[in-house]
T-cell receptor
Framework: AQTVTQSQPEMSVQEAETVTLSCTYD???????LFWYKQPPSRQMILVIR??????QNATENRFSVNFQKAAKSFSLKISDSQLGDTAMYFC???????????????FGKGTLLTVNP | DTAVSQTPKYLVTQMGNDKSIKCEQN?????MYWYKQDSKKFLKIMFS???????INETVPNRFSPKSPDKAHLNLHINSLELGDSAVYFC??????????FGPGTRLLVL
């Protein structure tokens, strides 16, 4: 079974500081895609960042970057210069598109609630 | 234009009723999904359709029946609603590099 584990149910950070959210996953596939989604109080699911497993270079999107360790099956999200608008639930997810069938789906972690304090 | 839209946004109903949630996407994607987010915020896939064909049915009770009249629409009909059906339901589509784009969600409350 494919699983995603986010070991930090809640985290808080001061505005302008840096915070790292952890995520580990389990799959027997070699090719897959990893994602971080953000869900603010508005409940909209917003894509934060994406990483292809075959790429060694870590993905970066402005203040958001990942530390992808394929051998360790670890995919952490770093948020630099945290802003109040970053307060949200953050979900780690992955999909294995090449296995097909019932595995062709996003598997989510349980989420980390991040609060940015002024 | 909203890429993935859902109606209604809120739905309050009595146990035993039948209700539908509609989803429409204008991204031209072939694959659409329904997810359920429970009270603990856990997101789980319910169904997946590819070009109107059912691909995934994740052991969802048969009171839930998805219908895809065309590639741009995936509706969810729920019969005999139960208290445990209360949740937020998200529609999503899959685009390039397997990125999924979500609708705004429908909050269903069964009384």
């Amino acid at each position: 079974a494919q699983t995603v584990t986010q070991s930090q149910p809640e985290m808080s950070v001061q505005e302008a500081e840096t915070v790292t959210l952890s995520c580990t996953y389990d799959t027997s596939e070699n090719n897959y895609y990893l994602f971080w989604y953000k869900q603010p109080p508005s409940r909209q699911m917003i894509l934060v960042i994406r990483q292809e497993a075959y790429k060694q270079q870590n993905a970066t999107e402005n203040r958001f970057s990942v530390n992808f360790q394929k051998a360790a099956k670890s995919f952490s999200l770093k948020i630099s210069d945290s802003q109040l608008g970053d307060t949200a639930m953050y979900f780690c997810a992955f999909i294995t598109p090449f296995s097909g069938g019932s595995n062709y789906k996003l598997t989510f972690g349980k989420g980390t609630l991040l609060t940015v304090n002024p | 234009d909203t890429a993935v839209s859902q109606t209604p946004k809120y739905l309050v109903t009595q146990m035993g009723n039948d209700k539908s949630i509609k989803c429409e996407q204008n991204l031209g994607h072939d694959t659409m999904y329904w997810y359920k987010q429970d009270s603990k915020k856990f997101l789980k896939i319910m169904f997946s359709y590819n070009n109107k064909e059912l691909i995934i049915n994740e052991t969802v009770p048969n009171r839930f029946s998805p219908k895809s009249p065309d590639k741009a629409h995936l509706n969810l009909h729920i019969n005999s609603l139960e208290l445990g059906d209360s949740a937020v339901y998200f529609c999503a589509t899959a685009g390039a590099q397997e990125t999924q784009y979500f609708g705004p969600g429908t909050r269903l409350l069964v009384l």
